[in-house]
């Protein structure tokens, strides 16, 4: 009996412990717990955050953790932002932080001011505060003044989201829904947002390349970004925004790159006797890709050759492809080739293929040919043959462009403007809201067609091509959301591995 006593006191106790505990949980959020799961997290990606001087990683943790402290604070106050200028760069380059940068930018519609107003008066944090300009509401900062002495020394920004502890801070730059130059009542052929450009003037664009806000992922924080983040970015930097940025690590500092912007873009159009070989290019750019096998550099020297040969064929017969598949995750991941990869694919309407097989009797290149699957009208690939004798060793795509020396090559897939499950191509009278391709394990998926048009350039490894309007939405459809960060394969005491 007295055993029994004391057990029965010992589950009371530890019942009363659980329920202690529990009490205790409660006066924490959930919200508090995953933003301590987070910063845990912001150690594993600072790794992949290049450093050049002492102080860089000192500096690029306190401006993530500074942006998961606003990240928070937005979501729980319900503030509409969106990432900005050189923060949007780092997103569009790297989809993440900028090495060497100081701060962080973003904007709210300067109307949503007033909303930032209130949260200046919480007490939300002991190492955080946010500052508001008292005269956000003039629009013209040359009118502003400083107030130094209540730490306002900014005119430009509405206001600043500042970290006191390790002294850095989110800028917040007002967006306007009217040119400030023009007054309020002239009407523009389509909406217009207002900003700041990087020499301080005035720059407008349609209201489509920023709203409906999207989702991202910025060095791994969840953010908001404009609608067309690419667009922005060559507005108002123009096409080297795309490629590479301005600084560049030199002797342990960070410095203007002494390779001129303008160079780079000409190593694509071709415009000026002083650009670099083709040659030379690719070696250029085969500097940023890892290897990790004794084959990788060769293989993957062919690789990026033929991706700029296609790149120039395709320009100059017009053809309409877009980067998908592996080729595409690779883009996603790191704005060029995944370094394990053994092929390139694009896609294009199934419809424009007789295009390829005109180019494919002519003498175009002495290096490159291209052959198309005789049976490329049949829809399903298992009712095709292979035509072995003609060099047709493949069904699934209904063309490739290949290396004759090496065989590697790029797969050219098709898609459609109906979903052969349920139609063909006779019985669509009317363009599609839809396009369909195979997916990775070979089954139908339709997708929205705006998801791939307008079609936009983009940089493949610095190397001009042509990308799908929204190529993380179809990477996620079709590989899951982790293949937006994370390489199926890993490289392991030589050897390419999965990435399990």
Same mark, same amino acid.
């Given at each position: ?83 900005? &200028? %050189? ?10 932080? /900028?090495?060497?940068? +100081?701060?962080?930018? @973003?904007? =709210? ?90 020499? &301080? %003037? ?10 409906? /806000?999207?989702?991202? +992922?910025?060095?791994? @924080?969840? =953010? ?91 320009? %100059? ?10 080729? /595409? ?172």
């Amino acid at each position: 009996m007295r055993y029994y006593r004391i057990f029965i006191a010992i589950t009371i106790a530890f019942i009363f412990g659980i329920v202690l505990i529990f009490n205790n949980y409660q006066t924490f959020s959930y919200s508090q717990i995953i933003l301590a799961y987070k910063k845990n997290s912001i150690e594993k990606v600072l790794v992949q955050i290049p450093t050049c001087t002492p102080d860089d990683r000192a500096r690029q943790r306190a401006l993530l953790h500074t942006l998961l402290q606003w990240s928070q604070l937005a979501q729980e106050h319900n503030i509409q932002y969106w990432i900005a &200028y %050189k923060t949007l760069l780092g997103y569009v380059q790297r989809d993440g932080l /900028l090495p060497h940068a +100081l701060n962080l930018d @973003i904007l =709210v519609m300067a109307q949503d001011t007033s909303h930032l107003a209130e949260l200046c008066t919480l007490n939300f944090s002991s190492n955080y505060e946010l500052k508001l300009h008292p005269q956000w509401f003039i629009v013209e900062k040359t009118k502003r003044s400083y107030f130094n002495q209540e730490g306002i020394d900014f005119v430009e920004p509405n206001a600043r989201f500042i970290n006191r502890k390790d002294h850095v801070h989110i800028n917040i730059w007002p967006m306007y829904d009217y040119n400030p130059n023009q007054t309020r009542i002239e009407k523009n052929s389509q909406p217009m947002l207002t900003e700041y450009d990087r020499n &301080y %003037k005035w720059k407008s664009s349609p209201k489509e390349w920023t709203f409906p /806000l999207q989702k991202c +992922l910025l060095s791994g @924080i969840k =953010v908001w970004c404009p609608a067309g983040p690419e667009k922005i970015g060559v507005h108002l930097y123009g096409q080297s925004f795309l490629i590479k940025s301005p600084i560049e690590c030199i002797n342990g500092a960070w410095k203007k790159s002494h390779e001129d912007i303008s160079t780079i873009e000409t190593t694509h159009t071709q415009t000026t006797t002083t650009r670099l070989s083709d040659e030379e290019f690719i070696e250029k750019i085969l500097k940023s890709v890892p290897i990790c096998e004794s084959d990788d550099r060769d293989r993957q020297r062919y690789l990026l050759s033929m991706v700029q040969a296609w790149s120039h064929l395709a320009e %100059k017969y017009n053809i309409q492809y877009w980067l998908s598949f592996g080729t /595409l995750v690779g883009y996603v991941q790191r704005r060029g080739l995944l370094p394990h990869d053994l092929d390139i694919d694009v896609t294009m309407l199934s419809s424009d293929t007789p295009k390829l097989i005109e180019i494919s009797k002519l003498n175009f290149s002495s290096t490159y040919e291209i052959k198309v699957q005789p049976q490329w009208k049949i829809v399903d690939e298992l009712k095709r043959s292979y035509f072995r004798k003609d060099g047709i060793n493949f069904i699934a795509p209904n063309a490739r462009f290949i290396h004759q020396k090496t065989r590697y090559h790029v797969d050219i897939f098709p898609a459609y403007d109906f979903n052969p499950t349920y139609a063909n191509e006779s019985t669509e009278m009317q363009q599609s809201e839809n396009l369909t391709v195979h997916d990775n394990n070979y089954h139908w998926l339709s997708y929205p067609r705006n998801w791939t048009y307008p079609l936009v350039t983009c940089y493949f490894s610095e190397i001009q091509a042509l990308c799908p309007a929204e190529p993380k939405k179809l990477v996620e459809t079709i590989y899951g959301a982790s293949s937006l960060t994370k390489s199926d394969k890993k490289c392991v005491n030589g050897s390419w591995v999965r990435n399990s």
